[in-house]
């Protein structure tokens, strides 16, 4: 074969894996859209019954067709603040000590290890959360008297657990990325171990330190069954201060244990309340997307200068 | 060169595709769904069916009595289970299909506490005590004559057959039972785990489920004053107040594995595993009978 011939082949493959890639990647997308579409055409009854706005009063009761979901968004949003206070210092530390302190086999031996608790499903971590975390909490929650271990500080917990292995792995990325020769200039310029990491490699991975808590936060918002299994699922428990700490010793609804509960099988058949739980699912692939979106645009973005 | 390969992937992805397709398309499997109540004694009654016909059958209790219904107006179930009377809403949702009910058993409602409460005292209570308690008036057991200790209520969710037998007790109508705020517990099983782990609790559960050990079943003080407690002779001879009946639903007449699996179910072994479970069986004389 003439290297003409070999060019041409080379260039013909080329060309035929961008057009496969393209259609691929054409699918995903389709898929996608093709997913918002029918929520959205599916929440239209709910739409025109009561307006989306409806979506952001405080009463949910779908026998009265009142589908109010700030409880929920305010459990959401209460379940992942818990859980990224908790795991956000707890993956950046052990990104720091993977990344900075381990050597270089340790390091990887360590992100497999904690690459290998992000793979594990959900709902076990659901199940230990029923098992132990249940009546650990009832200890540190004593203060607010709690009624039962089912509470929004439980779920907070359990997945401050679940999203750590997140957290750390994609922190741990971003502060590998940053060059070593930062690091030999920080030492040559005389700046100590500890200084360099703080005042060199941290400033310089912020972004992608930054992503790997959004993408946690995103993880933490969508997370369904093991939150389901340990929140109480209680409706309309919206907290007369929305900053205190007590409502989090009550039990209560985020829109993820909402939408995986029974709920869904009375409302398929009734198209408004059907397309109230829609609007909720809509609401929720609105936010984590925006998360998620910000997150990896940010560890995109970071572009290591040498 | 890469055209050949190209092709050889898609005869090979079309065969792969053909050879799992091929069973399905030979035996038609049973599937059921519904409610955790009716679940035991039909999963016992399929694993006879299955060794005796070689057929295959599937239950499963996805969002229990209203996932029963769902599955089968959606056609995802060839028989749904329910521990409930069919509704007009069933019919309304699936105007399609044709529910017919085919009862195999009843069942009583429990309210049942947790043992500190039992312990504590508390055997009985009256509609007026438990819609006390529904209503938020009601927050302590010292109240009704137990420890001082809150009550904490967990819910049977909405959908569950328990709650729908539940509210018609207590308000003659489930549309009337006023909107609440508790938390919600789903399939019997998780009822149970969780009025057992929790200390001043009180649920509804299927009586069959209320152990003694775990969880305890109360009394119903009758708004005649009558104290009777969920026993199968009283719910037999309809004393307690909260029964409902354990049925399955086809769409249409059962026919085919459907019908072989309801006439097991109606048949002296199928009524000895209703037995077996805690429920109580059809009487001899109504064996037969199919409430539309």
Avoid: C
């Avoid at chain 1, 409806?54 to 459990?75: D, K, N, V």
């Amino acid at each position: 074969m003439s290297s003409v011939t070999v060019e041409r082949i080379r260039r013909g493959r080329i060309d035929s894996l961008r057009y496969v890639s393209f259609a691929l990647s054409a699918v995903a997308a389709a898929a996608f859209l093709g997913l918002v579409v029918l929520f959205a055409v599916e929440a239209l009854p709910f739409a025109r019954r009561a307006g989306w706005g409806a979506l952001f009063a405080e009463r949910w009761s779908y026998r009265t067709e009142e589908f109010g979901a700030l409880p929920m968004i305010y459990g959401s949003l209460a379940v992942s603040s818990v859980a990224l206070a908790i795991a956000g210092p707890i993956g950046l530390g052990a990104a720091v000590f993977l990344a900075e302190v381990l050597p270089r086999r340790a390091r990887i031996a360590g992100k497999v290890g904690i690459e290998l608790l992000a793979g594990i499903p959900s709902v076990v971590y659901g199940l230990l959360g029923v098992l132990l975390l249940r009546d650990w909490m009832l200890r540190p929650l004593a203060r607010w008297d709690p009624l039962s271990g089912d509470t929004l500080a439980t779920g907070g917990v359990l997945l401050a657990v679940m999203i750590v292995p997140t957290v750390a792995s994609l922190a741990d990325d971003a502060l590998a990325a940053v060059p070593r020769s930062q690091r030999w200039a920080a030492r040559a310029l005389g700046i100590g171990r500890a200084g360099a990491i703080l005042r060199v490699v941290v400033p310089q991975a912020l972004p992608g330190l930054f992503s790997a808590l959004l993408l946690g936060l995103g993880r933490a918002l969508g997370e369904t069954v093991a939150v389901f299994l340990v929140i109480g699922r209680q409706d309309n428990q919206w907290p007369e201060r929305l900053l205190s700490v007590a409502p989090l010793a009550a039990a209560g609804q985020t829109v993820t244990s909402k939408l995986g509960g029974s709920e869904t099988f009375v409302a398929y058949g009734a198209p408004v309340h059907w397309g109230a739980l829609l609007a909720l699912g809509l609401l929720l692939l609105a936010v984590v997307a925006a998360i998620s979106f910000t997150g990896s645009w940010l560890a995109l973005r970071r572009v290591p200068r040498a | 060169m890469l055209r050949t390969r190209f092709r050889l992937l898609l005869i090979s992805l079309a065969s792969i595709l053909a050879a799992t397709a091929r069973p399905a398309l030979g035996a038609e499997p049973l599937r059921i769904n519904g409610s955790t109540t009716v679940n035991p004694v039909v999963v016992d009654a399929a694993d006879l069916f299955r060794a005796e016909t070689g057929s295959t059958v599937f239950v499963d209790t996805q969002g229990g009595s209203s996932g029963g219904i769902a599955a089968l107006g959606e056609g995802r179930a060839e028989i749904g289970m329910i521990s409930r009377e069919l509704e007009p809403d069933d019919r309304t949702k699936f105007p399609q299909v044709k529910f017919q009910a085919t009862r195999i058993g009843t069942d009583a409602l429990a309210l049942v506490v947790s043992k500190d409460v039992w312990a504590g005292g508390v055997k009985v209570l009256s509609r007026s005590q438990m819609q006390g308690i529904y209503e938020g008036r009601t927050t302590n057991w010292k109240a009704l004559g137990g420890p001082d200790r809150r009550i904490v209520f967990f819910n049977k969710e909405p959908g569950r057959g328990t709650w729908e037998a539940f509210a018609k007790w207590l308000y003659g109508d489930p549309k009337k039972a006023p909107v609440v705020s508790f938390p919600e517990v789903g399939a019997n099983e998780e009822g149970r785990n969780k009025v057992s782990s929790t200390r001043g609790a009180l649920s509804q559960l299927s009586a069959a489920w209320a152990d003694g050990k775990t969880v305890f079943a109360l009394a119903i003080r009758r708004d005649d004053g009558k104290v009777v407690p969920p026993t199968t002779a009283a719910i037999a001879d309809g004393s307690y107040p909260i029964a409902r009946p354990l049925q399955v639903v086809t769409n249409g007449a059962p026919q085919g594995l459907a019908k072989g699996m309801i006439d097991l179910l109606l048949s002296p072994r199928g009524q000895a595993l209703v037995t077996r479970h805690g429920y109580l069986p059809l009487a001899p004389a109504s064996a037969k009978k199919r409430i539309p």
